[in-house]
């Protein structure tokens, strides 16, 4: 099966060790969502590698839901979210700077492409609107850890 890759990357203004926990912590994590994440619901854990997450999207009016789980194949470096049912695979990597103040995130989505022309199109109107919501997605994790203001104040379900 073909690949797409949509991906977005910058420098955020707290230490590795902060973000790690929004991105981690889903408690925390669904208070960064842009509004095109519609639900956040914790199935397992809740916290890091091992958690199960199902998270439903509406982007352009198509909604979609993946059950994520969690892995670290770099403990506190490299975060995986991954729906093997879906072929979807988020990748969070971070990397902390020269000062230890600041962590570079780079986030990276592989998604099954479609074959022929539909692959095509999808690719062509997927990948800018993706990483728009990803741009959203850092900038308020930096807001968030900059000024303690969350984008959202949903809660997350346990079940």
Same mark, same amino acid.
């Given at each position: 099966?073909?690949? !797409?890759?949509? $991906?977005?990357?910058?420098? /955020?203004? *707290?230490?590795?060790? *902060?973000?790690?926990r929004v991105v981690t912590d889903m408690n925390v994590h669904i208070g960064i969502l842009p509004r095109q994440f519609e639900t956040l619901e914790v199935l397992q854990g809740g916290s890091g590698s091992g958690t199960v997450f199902r998270l439903t999207m509406n982007?352009?009016?198509?909604?979609?839901? @993946?059950?994520?789980?969690?892995?670290?194949?770099?403990? &506190?470096?490299?975060?995986?979210?991954?729906? =093997?049912?879906? &072929?979807?695979?988020?990748?969070?990597?971070?990397?902390?700077? =020269?000062?230890?103040?600041?962590?570079?995130? =780079? @986030?990276?989505?592989?998604?099954?492409?479609?074959? $022929? #022309?539909?692959?095509?199109?999808?690719?062509?109107?997927? %990948?800018? /609107?993706?990483? %728009?919501?990803?741009?959203?997605?850092?900038?308020? /994790?930096?807001? !968030? #850890?900059?000024? $303690? /203001?969350?984008?959202?104040?949903? %809660?997350?379900?346990?079940?």
């Amino acid at each position: 099966m073909k690949i !797409y890759q949509v $991906g977005v990357a910058r420098m /955020i203004d *707290a230490p590795l060790e *902060a973000v790690y926990r929004v991105v981690t912590d889903m408690n925390v994590h669904i208070g960064i969502l842009p509004r095109q994440f519609e639900t956040l619901e914790v199935l397992q854990g809740g916290s890091g590698s091992g958690t199960v997450f199902r998270l439903t999207m509406n982007v352009m009016g198509i909604r979609s839901s @993946l059950q994520m789980r969690i892995t670290e194949p770099v403990p &506190g470096r490299v975060i995986r979210e991954q729906d =093997d049912k879906a &072929g979807v695979t988020t990748t969070w990597t971070l990397k902390p700077s =020269d000062d230890s103040k600041h962590c570079y995130v =780079d @986030l990276m989505t592989e998604f099954p492409s479609k074959p $022929g #022309l539909a692959g095509v199109v999808e690719r062509l109107l997927v %990948s800018p /609107i993706i990483r %728009s919501i990803y741009h959203r997605e850092l900038d308020n /994790i930096n807001v !968030y #850890l900059t000024t $303690g /203001i969350a984008a959202r104040k949903d %809660s997350v379900h346990f079940s």
